[in-house]
């Protein structure tokens, strides 16, 4: 069974950076199979997609309030994908959570596998 736990959450202030990791085990064909991706659900908000890596052909994908300012990448060989955040804005604050799908691709809906999410709180 594959599992996902995600690091990396806190506080920070407008403007500053953060990198989110996903750390996945029981991935036995290898992350290259799977789609990888973030999403996040801000307070009183529903889920949304945030950044995604295709297991078609490696093509990434990120939502247009995040384009130019999050950037998402994997190490195949440690298991991990990463969610690079600069310029955080208050607006980002949420939980993230890290997810993996063995079959769909991004845009899909649904995602097999999930981390219980990280908090992000950008305040001053």
């Known amino acids: 069974q594959v599992q996902l736990v995600e690091s990396g959450g806190g506080l920070v202030q407008p403007g500053g950076s953060l990198t989110l990791s996903c750390a996945a085990s029981g991935v036995t064909e290898g992350l290259d199979y799977y789609t990888v991706g973030w999403f996040r659900q801000a307070p009183g908000k529903g889920r949304e997609g945030v950044s995604c890596i295709s297991r078609s052909d490696g093509s990434t994908y990120h939502r247009d309030s995040v384009k130019g300012r999050f950037t998402i990448s994997k190490d195949v060989a440690k298991n991990m994908w990463y969610l690079q955040m600069n310029t955080l804005k208050p607006e980002d604050t949420a939980v993230y959570f890290c997810?993996?799908?063995?079959?769909?691709?991004?845009?899909?809906?649904?995602?097999?596998?999930w981390g219980k999410g990280t908090l992000v709180n950008v305040s001053s």
């Open positions: 997810a993996a799908d063995r079959w769909g691709d991004c845009g899909a809906s649904g995602m097999d596998y």
